[in-house]
């Protein structure tokens, strides 16, 4: 009877064995600790890992494969974004229209400068803002997929400037810059404004070399387009 006894104590919640079993909650080894971002840093680390993304991959590629790069949920991505689309969006803001400098236009018009002068100027500014693989790889890339944002962008802010560079050239001819730009003189400031963007085209999708001599290049692309033959 006794020995019964002493067992039954053993298994009492006061007995060293059940203390090894049952710490109490002071004595449990503490997990890690997630830090937490501020919303605003999470938000803007989402977005610049979706330019990336978008850059090397298309605009096909599922934002859940764009979380697993990131380490996250693809509901924590949408929380910040709420569609594909929206993510979309706000990378054609970061991509096109925070490089957008609307000093361009007002360069442009100085009629203070000669054109050659104010339009190397423009292509040099242009280069520096825009030279880099996502910028032109998220451009293709949109269009390839149907997105409408490179359609707009060219709409509401590159045809604008050829607008100005043809009216500049008339006057620049001798001629009054007024009355309509017919389609051939417009496809005359693409012809000049593409020979850039598929400089951008060879260095960055094709990985060909290309001239390092931006300012030698860019003088003697703009000359060709006045009728200068220096």
Do not use: C
């Amino acid at each position: 009877m006794r020995e019964q006894k002493k067992r039954a104590n053993a298994g009492t919640a006061s007995g060293p064995r059940a203390a090894a079993v049952a710490p109490s909650p002071s004595t449990k080894p503490k997990g890690r600790t997630r830090s937490r971002l501020d919303p605003e840093v999470r938000r803007r680390m989402i977005l610049d890992a979706a330019v990336e993304f978008f850059a090397e991959h298309g605009f096909g590629a599922q934002i859940k494969d764009l979380a697993d790069r990131l380490g996250i949920s693809q509901g924590l991505i949408f929380r910040y974004f709420t569609t594909k689309q929206n993510l979309v969006e706000q990378v054609y803001e970061k991509v096109f229209l925070q490089r957008w400098s609307p000093g361009w236009e007002a360069g442009l018009r100085d009629r203070a400068k000669p054109l050659q002068q104010r339009l190397e100027e423009f292509y040099l500014s242009y280069f520096q803002a825009v030279d880099e693989s996502y910028w032109i790889r998220v451009s293709l890339y949109a269009s390839l997929a149907g997105h409408d944002i490179i359609g707009r962008y060219i709409q509401t802010h590159v045809n604008k400037l050829l607008m100005i560079i043809l009216r500049e050239l008339r006057v620049h001819r001798g001629f009054s810059e007024e009355g309509d730009i017919d389609p051939i003189e417009f496809e005359l400031a693409w012809h000049l404004h593409s020979t850039f963007i598929y400089f951008l085209v060879r260095k960055y999708v094709h990985h060909q070399t290309v001239a390092e001599d931006k300012t030698a290049m860019v003088s003697r692309i703009v000359s060709n387009f006045l009728g200068d033959r220096r």
